[in-house]
């Protein structure tokens, strides 16, 4: 290269560099402004590592659910990576250093980078056709120009490269050169202050994302910590949120809320906190930012989390949003309700503890005894209280007692504190837990088994924050490894609603299904099941809220659920129950729901 | 000797006035009955039905509109005058509102919302309900008392009548107008434009057992028989059967009123605890398993739309 | 404004009451304690008054030293400070013991406005408010659903029987007992429970020869407890009996 060439491109390469660097530092000075909230508990760094390389490396949550569209982005990544040496050669070259691409080994290596051109090439027109003819409604209304202007770089940069075959020295091949670099050059400059920036933030992100869905850590009363507030409150993974957020509008597509009309948009939530960081305006309310109405749409069935591929946590975005809410006061009127009614009677519907003993009695059941005992039966509030539920209860006790477990229920019981937990009433949520796990410790509980995932989640995982850890089981885990040993024919044909707190967040999704098979259902999915259901809309303290914008959730998954033609909807959850069944009787429209243990309770009769 | 304290309102008698007159006789004392007001001439010589020693008519301009200041300063004077073993009153909102301060005036004890007494040893012994009514107490005062009886009780039909009527003196009260501290303005009733179920006394209630729009009015016929308002659960205003503010559930109102009558409502929880809080509930369901029955009082197991239409018979029989 | 409420601790409302060795009380040592839920109505009367008027709430109660604990809910819901007259005897006493006891505490404070609850879940008397009134030589009203502040008065909708209400004015200062759910109550708040700790109760004595007027001479449980009665028989006779017991025994028709 001609010295001059070399100095001119040493000014580009500086002014570029000056200009990416300035970019980087306002995001980096947000990041280091914000409260650092990061923590890795001890020994899950190795499994964090390996996390990065299956999600990163080989893409694993942009291939799952869209196959074709992640094998292509699969293909401009690795095409990105592979190209990294390549570039930092001529580079090197460009600014005057030692020219390495006369080599051997690089001209080797340049011919292997062939067909990674070809597969970026074929990847980015398949996904700029994507985005600017297909117009999937993940990717929002109007076409991004900045995504396009990309696209159209990296096809110029492979094009560019490709071209450089073919074209030895002069003009031509210097011009060709020069655009490819300025062309690499500028791309730089735009990552930060684009959606690209994922390509820095998002190894980052995914490797700081909690391996517990929801996770939102309590609040520290000694610190005077009361929730978000302002954008002042934002944490540090938050603002990497922020950046990292590609817009591919996963969490938006399969946001219960969003699908039924109202204005939340998880998406739009992450973008909303990222143009408002940037703004600057550090004072200004979060409740402002997105909008006071939309923080109390969300169920927190985690779809969002559980589907991004960047690593952005957005249920303690909102938690703590409304945590800020909530601790001033302003949390809506009829969690108002709840919260006295939890303070009065602890539990959600502020009911007496006579009428819970009423049922204990009827039931038969014994008070928890640890020499006697081999499971502590929670039962929470709806099965303390809420009469259909405690059907399916004596369903489980029935079940239990055929095969021999034993098991008995403290004399009071309190709320786990699930709904002031999910609504943002964290002070109420560690009185509620602290008294539980006093009373657990005091009665000697090892084991605990509950018949509803709410609880299930926040006695195994949220009261493990305050060092309390214990055997917690769901009915449907126990029963499935209870019940081994039968096999009834096939006779009825079911579909089986996911419960979000059971299959999403704690992981059972096979149990009940297991369950089901075993004891003569053939089961018809709806579209939404499994890990990624659709929820019932009880969740965040919705089950309270009657006024809905736009379709009600529960209506919504009904019709998924009566889609499926099954003549019985099989539920694992008190919540999904009450919603679904609030939903049919509103729709005024037929159909058979029957708890899980109900189910099996009839059939193992038949068999015992 | 035992003073009743009646109570009357633009010259009507509250009947609750003589259960509590009932309820003095049965204590074997003799009764006399004192009515304040300004011209309450009627309402004594209808007192005098009853078979008592004596009727006052405690008259005085100041008294014509029921003032706390003004009723005792009064009653104070009579009981003064008339010296009692004891003071009997009904449990109305007047009489909550001025005994307190009577009984202070009077140096009395005030035993509040009873529901029988008897004597012991000489001594009046009173029955009240506490903590929500889970115990009650028999309950002896040092002195005098002021006892107000829960309204219904008495049964009225154990007020015993004179064969004569009883003599009515009139009772000329001073009362310094001036310094009558509240200034009334007349009662109303609320214009019903908005529907506030929490204010109504009895609610007769449909669910999804209704089946359908035009059988509603079955239901609306009862109410009107039984002087009820008209509520519903979730269900039949989502269909826009009713409006939501009909609508009883967590949500919607939460109401105590005397009688909740729930017609065709198996009794969801976000619904029970709407209604919790009834002092009488009344659940008619097909279904003998229904949630609602757990809470109700009465129930009936069977097809609402032959047993309202029969209510609706016996109660216009009546 | 200087607005007082007064509160009272009262065995939680769903715990089951034993009566003790002599059946003039209960045996309390095990039960979890609350603010009386109508004094709770009148406590959030008392701070939207402030809210719209100024000034400060106080929040008043007499009893053993547990009441602090309602003090503290009472406080951490937006009262200012607390007055607690400490006296152990107090929690089984009478309206007229109750009131003496506030009355001798309140007096030097000269509150414009005292709020109270209609009556108590425990002993349920009734009471408090209007003897409290005519101990301070103030007027009162009861049962009121509305409160108006006007100049040196306030114009209150009290509730009267069968759907008729009417408005009283009275001067200020003046008691108010205050109808149960006439507004939304709000709940105890981060931020509130925090600010609660830092704020003063203040303690008071009682004075000498507090004496109740009535005395509990047995305490016992009633033979009649809620059971559903179901009525059978053909609908019609079902029909006729459920009208007669509606009229006749739980006589809520006429």
């Known amino acids: 290269m001609h010295p001059a060439e070399i100095w001119i491109f040493r000014f580009v390469v500086l002014a570029f560099a000056a200009a990416f660097a300035a970019q980087i530092a306002t995001r980096l ?15 899950e760094s190795g499994a964090r590592i390996w996390r990065v390389v299956r999600e990163v490396v080989f893409q694993s949550r942009t291939i799952a659910g869209r196959p074709l569209v992640g094998l292509a982005h699969l293909g401009v990544f690795w095409g990105f990576c592979a190209f990294a040496l390549f570039t930092a050669v001529e580079f090197l070259r460009g600014l005057g250093g030692p020219d390495l691409t006369m080599t051997r080994w690089f001209e080797t290596y340049a011919l292997l980078l062939v067909p990674f051109a070809l597969a970026v090439l074929v990847g980015i027109t398949g996904l700029i056709i994507r985005r600017v003819f297909v117009r999937p409604p993940a990717l929002g209304e109007h076409v991004s120009k900045e995504s396009v202007v990309i696209g159209f770089f990296i096809i110029t940069l492979m094009v560019t490269f490709l071209l450089d075959f073919g074209l030895t020295e002069g003009v031509a091949a210097r011009v060709n050169w020069w655009v490819h670099a300025l062309v690499i050059l500028s791309f730089i400059v735009v990552i930060p202050g684009s959606k690209h920036f994922h390509l820095l933030v998002s190894p980052v992100t995914v490797y700081l994302r909690s391996s517990t869905l929801a996770m939102v850590p309590n609040l520290d009363f000694e610190r005077e910590q009361v929730g978000l507030e302002t954008l002042k409150d934002v944490e540090r993974k938050q603002v990497l949120d922020a950046f990292t957020c590609v817009e591919c509008g996963r969490c938006q597509v399969n946001c219960p809320a969003h699908a039924t009309g109202k204005l939340l948009n998880p998406k739009k939530l992450i973008l909303q906190n990222e143009d408002a960081l940037l ?24 779809a969002c989390e559980n589907q991004c591929p960047v690593g952005v946590e957005h249920l303690p975005l909102v938690i703590g949003a409304r945590r800020g809410l909530v601790s001033n006061g302003d949390a809506p009127d009829a969690l108002g309700a709840v919260y006295n009614h939890l303070e009065r009677r602890g539990n959600i519907w502020g009911l007496g503890a006579d009428e819970r003993q009423k049922f204990v009695q009827a039931a038969g059941l014994e008070i928890f005894d640890p020499a006697k005992h081999e499971y502590l039966m929670w039962l929470g509030c709806a099965g303390a209280f809420e009469a259909d539920f405690q059907k399916g209860l004596r369903s489980l006790f029935a079940i239990l007692r055929m095969r021999g477990i034993t098991f008995g229920v403290l004399a009071k019981e309190r709320c786990t504190g699930d709904l002031a937990k999910r609504t943002g009433n964290e002070y109420q949520f560690q009185e509620l837990a602290r008294t539980n796990i006093e009373g657990f410790t005091a009665a000697g509980v090892k084991k605990i088994l509950t018949s509803c995932p709410h609880c299930l989640r926040t006695i195994g995982v949220d009261y493990q924050e305050f060092g309390y850890a214990v055997d917690i089981v769901h009915s ?39 369950l089901l098979r075993r004891f003569g259902a053939s089961i018809v ?80 009769k038949t068999v015992q | 000797m035992i003073l009743v304290i009646a109570e009357q309102q633009g010259g009507t008698l509250n009947r609750t006035s003589l259960e509590t007159i009932a309820a003095a006789q049965q204590t074997g004392s003799d009764v006399k009955v004192a009515v304040p007001g300004a011209d309450v001439s009627a309402v004594a010589a209808a007192l005098a039905a009853a078979q008592v020693a004596e009727v006052l008519s405690v008259q005085a301009a100041a008294l014509d509109a029921y003032t706390l200041d003004g009723y005792v300063a009064a009653l104070a004077e009579v009981v003064q005058r008339e010296r009692p073993d004891h003071v009997f009153l009904s449990h109305t909102y007047r009489t909550r509102d ?43 005062t040092s002195g005098p008392a002021l006892v107000s009886f829960q309204i219904g009780a008495v049964r009225l039909d154990s007020l015993v009548n004179g064969s004569a009527p009883a003599p009515v003196r009139t009772v000329a009260v001073a009362i310094d107008a001036g310094s009558i501290r509240q200034k009334p303005e007349a009662p109303f009733r609320e214009a019903k434009q908005a529907v506030d179920l929490t204010q109504a006394e009895r609610i007769v209630a449909v669910g999804r057992g209704i089946k359908e729009l ?21 269900p039949i205003c989502d269909a826009g059967w009713l409006p939501m503010d009909r609508q009883v559930g967590s949500s919607g109102q939460t109401v105590a009123p005397k009688l909740y009558l729930a017609l065709g409502i198996s009794g969801a929880i976000q619904h029970l605890v709407g209604m919790k809080g009834a002092r009488t509930i009344v659940a008619i369901n097909k279904d003998s398993e229904a949630p609602i029955f757990e809470v109700a009082d009465y129930g009936i197991v069977g097809d609402l739309f032959e047993i309202v239409p029969a209510m609706l018979k016996a109660l216009q029989e009546a | 404004m200087k607005i007082a409420v007064c509160i009272k601790q009262v065995p939680a409302r769903d715990w089951q009451p034993r009566v003790n060795d002599d059946r003039t009380w209960v045996r309390d040592q095990d039960a979890s304690f609350e603010v009386n839920e109508p004094d709770a109505y009148a406590l959030e009367e008392g701070l939207r008054l402030k809210e719209k008027h100024g000034g400060e709430v106080v929040v008043c109660s007499a009893g053993p030293a547990r009441v602090a604990q309602a003090l503290r809910e009472a406080l951490a819901r937006g009262a200012d400070r607390a007055i607690h007259v400490e006296d152990d005897g107090l929690a089984r006493g009478d309206a007229f013991a109750v009131a003496e006891a506030l009355a001798s505490a309140m007096r030097v404070e000269q509150f414009d406005l005292v709020l109270t609850g209609l009556q108590s879940d425990d002993q349920g008397f009734a009471q408090t408010g209007g003897v409290l009134a005519e101990m301070l030589g103030i007027a009162s009203a009861t049962i009121i659903m509305e409160v108006d502040v006007q100049p040196g008065a306030v114009r209150v909708k009290r509730e009267l029987e069968g759907g008729w209400f009417q408005f009283v004015t009275l001067p200020l200062p003046a008691v108010l007992t205050i109808q149960s759910g006439i507004n939304q109550l709000r709940y105890a708040t981060l931020k509130g429970i925090m600010a609660a700790k830092r704020k003063e109760i203040r303690k008071a004595v009682p004075p000498a020869g507090l004496a109740s007027r009535q005395r509990i001479v047995s305490l016992y449980v009633p033979e009649k407890t809620k059971r559903t009665e179901m009525i059978g028989g053909s609908p019609v006779e079902a029909a006729k009996e459920l009208v007669r017991r509606l009229r006749d025994e739980a006589r809520v028709i006429s």
């Open chain 1, 279 to 302: 703004a600057g305006t550090m004072d200004v309310k979060l409740a402002d930012v997105f909008g006071r109405a939309v923080l109390w749409q969300c169920t927190t069935c985690g």
């Open chain 2, 214 to 234: 035009d059988k509603i009015d079955m239901a609306r016929q009862l109410a009107a028989v039984i002087g009820a308002e008209l509520g519903a659960s979730r």
């Open chain 1, 525 to 604: 999915e709806p579209t939404r099941h499994g890990a990624n259901p659709f929820c019932c809309g009880a969740g965040g303290g919705l089950l309270f809220e009657e006024h809905e914008e736009g379709t009600r959730i529960s209506q919504e998954r009904l019709e998924q659920l009566q889609a499926t033609g099954a003549a019985t909807i099989v539920t694992a959850c008190p919540f999904c129950s009450i919603m679904l069944k609030g939903a049919q009787a509103s729709a005024n429209s037929a159909g058979e729901f029957v708890d899980l243990m109900t189910f099996v309770e009839g059939k193992l």
């Open chain 1, 476 to 514: 449907s885990v126990l029963v499935a490894d209870i019940t081994k040993d039968v096999a009834v024919p096939v006779t009825d044909r079911v579909t089986f609603h996911d419960p979000c707190y059971l299959g999403r967040y704690s992981g059972h999704t096979e149990e009940p299904r297991v």
């Open chain 2, 98 to 140: 001025f005994a307190p301060a009577l009984a202070v005036r009077l140096g009395m004890a005030l035993v509040t919302d009873c529901v029988a007494t008897r004597w012991l040893d000489g001594q009046l012994i009173v029955v009240r309900a506490m903590f929500q009514g889970r115990l009650y107490a028999d309950v002896t």
């Open chain 1, 29 to 43: 000075r947000l990041f280091l402004r914000a409260s650092n909230n990061i923590r890795i508990p001890d020994g």
